[in-house]
């Protein structure tokens, strides 16, 4: 009786030391996107923290074991159990890591430093110092986590050097901290329009503009998703859109005529080159456009709201 008393007790105080490593062990969790891809460094440290965990369960349910061996069958399983536990919230709580007990001194050097920090990786940038650049946000990030300018940054790099698949990782990341967002929906397109994957790309640009449809360019990337979908009429009211907005714009006015042409609409498409031409005749592709234009079947200007370039 004594002996079961005794090993009871000891599972109790074990219970609560388990508590005690657990609740240390969160403030300590690695300040990293668990949705993004982990990098070597990042995952030396997740193995070497499974390790320091495994361990430290491992002795301690020796310890049980020691005394009382059906006890320590119960206590193992939930020993598992609270290591699994663990290392899923590892996962789930990691962009909680972020100091909160700063001094507004201490607050206001790390600001500064990453204001530093996104000088020089901007600067790299400039001069195409791409992985010298992405090192140095790299640090930005480890020092500040959550923050928003050194993600946006991060994600301006990636699709820089059309890393698509690491770019939207990133604006991912950056739609937990800032919550909808039409700029960063807009980048995640870009992504997957980069990245060849042009269902996603117009899901996430229909999303940017539902959220503000004051902006050429997103109407402009929807008509890219839209034409590599194929669907042509769709593609040329959202370009019909970004001319609207923008109707002196080079970029706008190149892709209006090319979806012009794609979607058979002869007479927009004459109406945008003669625009083109006369405020830039050196243009080289007005030939051929010209040639694509002139295979087009006529077909008189409709009732629909259709407009053409004002």
Do not use: C
Not at 68 to 74: E, K, M, R
Not at 118 to 139: G, R, S, V
Not at 253 to 273: M, P, R, T, W
Not at 293 to 306: F, G, H, K, N, V
């Amino acid at each position: 009786m004594i002996i079961d008393l005794v090993a009871i007790i000891v599972f109790l105080t074990s219970l609560i030391g388990l508590a005690i490593v657990i609740g240390r062990k969160f403030p300590t969790l690695a300040a990293v996107d668990p949705t993004a891809t982990a990098g070597p460094t990042a995952e030396r440290k997740h193995s070497l923290i499974e390790e320091r965990l495994r361990r430290k369960v491992t002795s301690w349910w020796t310890k049980i074991a020691d005394r009382s061996a059906p006890l320590a069958a119960t206590t193992g399983r939930l020993a598992t159990a609270a290591h699994r536990k663990l290392v899923d919230l590892e996962h789930e709580y990691k962009i909680r890591s972020l100091p909160v007990f700063l001094s507004h001194r201490q607050r206001r050097k790390i600001d500064q430093q990453i204001a530093a920090m996104l000088n020089q990786t901007q600067a790299m940038i400039d001069e195409k110092e791409y992985a010298a650049a992405e090192e140095k946000i790299m640090q930005a990030v480890r020092l500040e986590p959550r923050s928003i300018p050194v993600f946006e940054l991060l994600g301006q790099l990636y699709l820089t050097t059309k890393e698509f698949a690491h770019a939207k990782e990133v604006y991912q990341y950056l739609l937990k901290l800032t919550g909808d967002s039409d700029a960063i929906y807009q980048h995640l397109g870009e992504a997957d329009l980069g990245a060849g994957h042009p269902e996603a790309a117009k899901l996430e640009l229909e999303r940017a503009v539902e959220l503000n449809q004051n902006v050429a360019s997103y109407h402009l990337e929807l008509a890219q998703a839209y034409t590599a979908l194929e669907d042509h009429p769709s593609a040329f009211a959202s370009v019909q859109e970004a001319a609207r907005l923008e109707p002196n714009s080079p970029k706008v006015l190149d892709q209006y005529v090319e979806v012009s042409i794609a979607a058979g609409k002869k007479q927009f498409a004459e109406d945008a080159v003669a625009r083109i031409e006369s405020v830039n005749p050196e243009n080289t592709k007005i030939a051929q456009w010209r040639t694509q234009i002139a295979a087009l079947e006529d077909r008189p200007l409709t009732s629909t709201p259709e407009t053409g370039i004002e």
